[in-house]
């Protein structure tokens, strides 16, 4: 039983070592992750906004204008 402690005391720190390792990588790939979301949040939302002005410009046409465009 002598000889399984110091193993222990060697393995352990080790073991705990690799485990939160683990764990700062999961957390690293989730922030990551996040920050692409917003990034593609922040772009839906810019298009978003210029598809509202663009449909906005589209109404203010005046009708004689609209006239000439249809087919």
Do not use: H, W, Y
Request: charged share 25%.
């Amino acid at each position: 039983m002598k000889m399984i402690r110091p193993a222990v005391k060697l393995v352990l720190p080790g073991v705990v070592f690799a485990l939160v390792a683990c764990g700062a990588e999961a957390v690293g790939s989730a922030a990551t992750g996040a920050a692409v979301k917003q990034q593609e949040l922040d772009n839906a939302k810019r298009t978003q906004q210029q598809v509202q002005q663009d449909v906005q410009k589209a109404m203010d046409i005046p009708p004689e204008r609209a006239k000439q465009l249809d087919p």
